[in-house]
C-alpha cells in the first residue's frame, strides 16, 4: 500500500518562499501509469489543486491562479516530490495535501500539512 507523508515549514513570514514535501513509500514514484498532486484546503473553504507530475517527471499542470509562483519537482533517489510556493501570502494558509492519482482517480492521500502564513 502506498502512503505518503507531507512535510512542511508550517508558520512563514508573507513573501517568504516555502517548501513542501510528499515522501512515498510503499511504491515508486517512477511507475508507469501514475500522477503525484499537490492540493491543498484554505481554512473554510474547498479543496484547491496545485500542480501534479506525471510518473516521467514531467510537468502536466499548474493551476492558472498560482503558475507565476509554484515550482513542482521531484527527487527519485528519496522518492519524494516537492512544491515551492513564491512570496506567499495570508491566503495561501491551508492544509496542504499530496495525494497519487491514476487515470481512475485518486488512489492515495497524505494526511496534509498545516502551512500559515502570518507576520
Known amino acids: 500500500q502506498v502512503q505518503l507523508q507531507e512535510s512542511g515549514p508550517g508558520l512563514v513570514k508573507p513573501s517568504e518562499t516555502p517548501s513542501l514535501t510528499c515522501a512515498v513509500s510503499?511504491?515508486?514514484?517512477?511507475?508507469?501509469?501514475?500522477?503525484w498532486f499537490w492540493i491543498r484546503q484554505p481554512p473554510g473553504k474547498g479543496l484547491e489543486w496545485i500542480a501534479h507530475l506525471r510518473h516521467d517527471g514531467t510537468t502536466t499542470g499548474v493551476s492558472p491562479s498560482l503558475k507565476s509562483r509554484t515550482s513542482i519537482s521531484r527527487d527519485t533517489s528519496k522518492n519524494q516530490f516537492t512544491l515551492q510556493l513564491n512570496s506567499v501570502t495570508p491566503e495561501d494558509t491551508a492544509v496542504y495535501f499530496c495525494a497519487q492519482y491514476s487515470n481512475y482517480g485518486v488512489n492515495y492521500w497524505g494526511q496534509g500539512t498545516q502551512v500559515t502564513v502570518s507576520s
Open positions: 510503499g511504491g515508486a514514484i517512477t511507475t508507469n501509469g501514475y500522477y
